[in-house]
């Protein structure tokens, strides 16, 4: 107050408001280096002006710059043709419906590497609408691609076993001395006229198909060969 001759002054601590701003940008790093490590980004579609917001991973799984700018019609043209179809109905299912989703899906990125990815999408509600769709997107490219070999191995297997003569098995003894076989090939109903199915349990279908005299030296055969 200039004219009574006095001056007044404000201080206040910005102590507690810079610690507050601090937290904030470790918990971002964090966060950050949890979606690089696990390949997750989020992205949130706004349903009112169609606005798209995306998470510094998912700009990376597109294999693009962060100053480029997503939109619903850029973002569907990542996706294999054969997918778009999909993705496209569950998109409206979740604005028109509520409806979510969970997607594997053929992808490209910007420098056209393929990829697998898994997309989630949740809606949004506000005031009884739905005013956006938020979601997650996974790099599995890795994952799937373990799985297919897998599947590939496991088919060969199965066209081995099933050519040669006799039974190949698998059996799996458990700690109360109970026993189950994950794996019997389709020999063991050419010599004993049994499915795989009717055999998948020890001890009571497979021994009844064993003479009484060897059932039990068998049986003691399984367990040495299981230590």
Known sequence: DIQNGRIILSIRSVHDRKQAEQKLQEANLLLEKAQQQTKIGGWRLGLGHGEVIWTEEVYRIHEVGFGFKPDLSKGLLFYHPMNRAELAEALD????????????????????????????????????????????????????????????????????????????????????????MPYLSEGAERLWGYTSQQLSTLPMELEQVIHPEDRAPLRQSFLASAK
């Open 93 to 180: 299912k979740a604005q028109h419906q509520g409806a979510s989703f969970d997607l594997t899906l053929r992808f490209k990125g910007l420098k056209q590497t393929p990829k697998w990815v898994r997309l989630t999408g949740e809606p949004e509600w506000e005031g009884g609408k739905i005013i956006a769709i938020n979601g997650l997107i996974q790099d599995i490219t890795r994952e799937h691609n373990a799985l297919l070999e897998l599947k590939r191995h496991r088919a060969q297997l199965e066209n081995i076993t099933s050519n040669i003569p006799g039974v190949v098995l698998q059996i799996r003894f458990a700690a109360d001395g109970s026993a189950s």
